[in-house]
């Protein structure tokens, strides 16, 4: 900064109480500050625009991508276009996995989770649905669709595609793909494409528009009365990802006995990679973090009052991401021989859990009234 010397010019002003300041960067002014208020809607604004758009956008790209890869290796089976189809499928499962951090709104709703992502699943039934004489058409996976019924569930989506690409113990070659094998795959993908292409839809303007729904609360607003309960409903998704990753997808197949058969991804062996997946997409959310973007955050908002419990939350998300690294061997093969890097994730991510329904959701209701 360059001193400004005054000018007798100036004196006048200085006698009269005015108090001209100068320096070399007084052509930027300064941001205004956001008041809470303010910031809430900020928060919930940049989520939709930052995290919930982009991703389901890029889920889409991904979604279309595999089911490119699978009618290319449908229509010539080498085994090159059998490694293409399941990276497609790995690329597709890390959006799929981090957008498990916000099960909110249509994903819920209209059950577009169980008609994609429905485990463990049921390779005999797949099987047995391949003897049969029925036409496996999208028309026929789209009919199952009883959110109840898992027995129908467990034939559509991401899961019966793996076991066809990788077989029952992962050593799938593309020359032994049947004809029909290759009729079920290539309805799996456009299936999942279908339903990832109508979850996108979702929330943006149309008959559903959540998006939406999520950035305007109050009157008229058929989901959200007001802003603390839709950002409340993103800190409830953080503790739900948290509950169903270490209860659900990684206790199941830990205790009381060890069962591999029934882990999340078990014949591409990729469990791990989904957990993991999962809670960086619940840290992406508490950030609004997605794609190299931020925005204005659950993080920004709890850091303006209590910058000490933003801190204990960024590092137990970090602490249960990083628990990950504890393994060296797949999920499959952790629950038998690796059981105290098992038991040192779950313990993080009870720990994540805890703190995020004790303190940040309290948070919310002490500090957001409208």
């Given at each position: 900064?360059?001193?400004?010397?005054?000018?007798?010019?100036?004196?006048?002003?200085?006698?009269?109480?005015?108090?001209?300041?100068?320096?070399?960067?007084?052509?930027?002014?300064?941001?205004?500050?956001?008041?809470?208020?303010?910031?809430?809607?900020?928060?919930?604004?940049?989520?939709?625009?930052?995290?919930?758009?982009?991703?389901?956008?890029?889920?889409?790209?991904?979604?279309?991508?595999?089911?490119?890869?699978?009618?290319?290796?449908?229509?010539?089976?080498?085994?090159?276009?059998?490694?293409?189809?399941?990276?497609?499928?790995?690329?597709?499962r890390?959006?799929?996995?981090?957008?498990?951090?916000?099960?909110?709104?249509?994903?819920?709703?209209?059950?577009?989770?169980?008609?994609?992502?429905?485990?463990?699943?049921?390779?005999?039934?797949?099987?047995?649905?391949?003897?049969?004489?029925?036409?496996?058409?999208?028309?026929?996976?789209?009919?199952?669709?009883?959110?109840?019924?898992?027995?129908?569930?467990?034939?559509?989506?991401?899961?019966?595609?793996?076991?066809?690409?990788?077989?029952?113990?992962?050593?799938?070659?593309?020359?032994?793909?049947?004809?029909?094998?290759?009729?079920?795959?290539?309805?799996?993908?456009?299936?999942?494409?279908?339903n990832?292409?109508?979850?996108?839809?979702?929330?943006?303007?149309?008959?559903?528009?959540?998006?939406?729904?999520?950035?305007?609360?109050?009157?008229?607003?058929?989901?959200?009365?007001?802003?603390?309960?839709?950002?409340?409903?993103?800190?409830?998704?953080?503790?739900?990802?948290?509950?169903?990753?270490?209860?659900?997808?990684?206790?199941?197949?830990?205790?009381?006995?060890?069962?591999?058969?029934?882990t999340e991804?078990?014949?591409?062996?990729?469990?791990?990679?989904?957990?993991?997946n999962?809670?960086?997409?619940a840290?992406?959310?508490?950030?609004?973090?997605?794609?190299?973007?931020?925005?204005?955050?659950?993080?920004?908002l709890?850091?303006?009052?209590?910058?000490?419990?933003?801190?204990?939350?960024?590092?137990?998300?970090?602490?249960?991401?990083?628990?990950?690294?504890?393994?060296?061997?797949?999920?499959?093969?952790?629950?038998?021989?690796?059981r105290?890097?098992?038991?040192?994730?779950?313990?993080?991510?009870?720990?994540?859990?805890?703190t995020?329904?004790?303190?940040?959701?309290?948070?919310?209701?002490?500090?957001?009234?409208?």
């Open positions: 900064m360059s001193t400004k010397y005054i000018t007798k010019s100036l004196g006048i002003a200085l006698l009269s109480g005015t108090v001209l300041m100068a320096s070399c960067k007084t052509n930027k002014p300064e941001p205004a500050t956001e008041t809470f208020a303010e910031m809430e809607q900020s928060v919930l604004n940049d989520f939709v625009s930052v995290v919930g758009n982009p991703l389901y956008a890029k889920f889409e790209n991904l979604a279309a991508t595999l089911k490119t890869t699978v009618q290319n290796l449908a229509n010539n089976p080498t085994d090159a276009n059998l490694a293409a189809a399941r990276t497609a499928w790995k690329d597709v890390v959006i799929w996995e981090q957008s498990e951090g916000f099960l909110i709104g249509p994903v819920d709703d209209l059950n577009y989770d169980p008609y994609m992502d429905t485990w463990p699943t049921d390779h005999n039934a797949m099987d047995n649905l391949l003897g049969s004489g029925t036409p496996i058409t999208v028309s026929y996976l789209s009919g199952l669709d009883d959110p109840e019924n898992a027995s129908e569930l467990t034939l559509r989506g991401f899961h019966p595609l793996e076991y066809l690409l990788w077989g029952l113990d992962g050593s799938r070659t593309a020359a032994s793909i049947t004809a029909r094998e290759k009729e079920y795959m290539v309805a799996l993908a456009e299936d999942i494409h279908n990832v292409s109508a979850l996108k839809a979702s929330w943006l303007p149309g008959s559903i528009h959540f998006g939406n729904k999520l950035v305007t609360p109050g009157t008229g607003n058929d989901v959200y009365a007001n802003k603390r309960e839709a950002l409340e409903a993103l800190a409830n998704a953080l503790i739900d990802i948290c509950g169903e990753v270490a209860d659900g997808k990684m206790l199941e197949p830990f205790e009381p006995n060890a069962d591999s058969t029934i991804s078990p014949y591409a062996h990729n469990s791990v990679n989904d957990f993991r999962n809670i960086i997409g840290r992406n959310v508490y950030t609004c973090t997605f794609d190299g973007k931020t925005g204005k955050s659950l993080s920004d709890v850091r303006q009052n209590n910058s000490a419990l933003d801190l204990e939350i960024k590092q137990k998300f970090e602490a249960g991401i990083q628990s990950f690294d504890g393994f060296t061997t797949t999920f499959e093969q952790a629950i038998y021989h690796q105290p890097q098992v038991q040192n994730t779950l313990n993080a991510l009870n720990t994540l859990k805890g995020i329904g004790d303190k940040l959701v309290p948070y919310l209701t002490q500090y957001v009234k409208d």
